[in-house]
């Protein structure tokens, strides 16, 4: 799958939350994104790169301009060197919550984007892709 | 710094969102705002988040927390002016507001107020206006 434009946010602390959801809201509206999938895909981005920082201890997020035959995507990955997720499917389940969120984060920004991958290892980290097509 | 400012409206306080949320900012406004309805016996908060384009798990448990603490100091919250593209995200969010009114505006959000606690307290206000 051809990837046409690549960039990197660094996330290390709140702040970059809101620095991440400018940026992926410009690539969107690049994309051509509707605005209820600008929305969502910002959205989505807000609650993984929140992650990242609270709960991986900080880490980049990768932003993808991809295409496939005639129709192009944002692909976002969200890495870091944290913990690990010892149990991803529990993780993934509607407002289960180690910290003191709402635990709608996964879930919810599964929900709202069309491929979600999650992978993680215990004491090495965990890196969630999120694929909006157009 | 960044700051919300907090408007008084006779008995109401109205919080326009403006800014992008970020952490510290929604821990001020919560230590603001409860201070405020402590201080002015304010009995209804109106929140404005017309110019916010995301509303995430964050700000929502924010907005949640605030209609909570309000609730305790005999306040009522409603949120108003929330974008079409917003709701549609919050839905499959999967966030709900429980206990968190809405109104498509803030001239709505007020008639909700001024109706309900009047209501409830049985005070006769001249100025009180009913939803049409």
Partial sequence: ?134 | MDRIPILRLRDLLLVTIQVDMHDRLAMQLQDELTTRISETGARGVLIDISSLDIVDSFIGRMIANIASMARVLDAQTVVVGMQPAVAITLVELGLTLPGVRTALNVDKGMALLQAAPAAAADQHDPDARHPD
């Fill in chain 1, 1 to 134: 799958m051809p990837v046409t434009r690549t960039e990197v946010v660094e996330l290390r602390s709140a702040s970059d939350v809101v620095s991440v959801r400018q940026v992926v809201r410009t690539w969107a509206i690049d994309v051509g994104f509707t605005l209820v999938d600008q929305t969502k895909i910002v959205t989505a981005a807000s609650e993984l790169a929140r992650n990242t920082i609270d709960y991986g201890r900080g880490g980049l997020a990768r932003l993808e301009l991809i295409t496939e035959g005639t129709r192009r995507g944002l692909r976002i990955a969200f890495e870091d060197q944290g913990p690990g997720i010892p149990d991803v499917q529990q993780a993934l389940t509607d407002h289960y919550t180690t910290g003191n969120g709402l635990g709608l984060g996964l879930g919810g920004a599964k929900r709202l984007v069309n491929e979600f991958d999650i992978s993680s290892r215990v004491g090495e980290g965990t890196r969630v892709v999120i694929t909006r097509w157009k």
